[in-house]
């Protein structure tokens, strides 16, 4: 059961336009969204993250919309670079056990071309 | 800096063989966590642990074990290493009060069973 689900595995855009990647998820009970980007043979790092109380939350050339209605996350990336390319991944936390824990997606591959 | 250290970056074992993955983080962080990555997968929880001695089951924790004896220190063992569990290991960690994002994540471990 995917609770939090990436469904495009791989995007390819051009340096300089806008990369969307998109994330939906099934759990109401998530109380915050995050993105996360990972470079081949490293760890993943923290990108933007949203609470699920708002609708938007920007941080230099990325944007995270959050549509709580339709259970959906994207985040853009304008203007694209080449050193963007990476896997993303949407995560989402909930409490449980007096703390919280992390559900990850499948990851988007994106491939930005110079 | 923030850091989060994974004793092995790559291993190599044979069936059957018990395996230790260690993991320490120096940010006085009260949860740790243990991810592994599988191609078309994602990340998926293994096993965390939000004080010293506790544990909890991720979505799947068949086949693993975990030990937290001091807040510094996560080691996630496989009792008896079967071919299925060849895959990218990452040990993460973060505060409990806060769960805006900010899973400080290790460069990962990547375990080959034969």
Known sequence: ?114 | DVKVTQSSRYLVKRTGEKVFLECVQDMDHENMFWYRQDPGLGLRLIYFSYDVKMKEKGDIPEGYSVSREKKERFSLILESASTNQTSMYLCASSFTVQNTGELFFGEGSRLTVL
Request: hydrophobic fraction near 35%; charge should be positive; charged fraction near 20%.
């Open chain 1, 1 to 114: 059961d995917q609770q939090v689900k990436q469904n495009s595995p791989s995007l390819s855009v051009q340096e300089g336009r806008i990369s969307i990647l998109n994330c939906d998820y099934t759990n109401s009970m998530f109380d915050y969204f995050l993105w996360y980007k990972k470079y081949p043979a490293e760890g993943p790092t923290f990108l933007i993250s949203i609470s699920s109380i708002k609708d938007k939350n920007e941080d230099g050339r990325f944007t995270v919309f959050l549509n709580k209605s339709a259970k959906h996350l994207s985040l853009h990336i304008v203007p694209s670079q080449p050193g963007d390319s990476a896997v993303y991944f949407c995560a989402a936390s909930v409490s449980t056990s007096g703390t919280y824990k992390y559900i990850f997606g499948t990851g988007t591959r994106l491939k930005v071309l110079a």
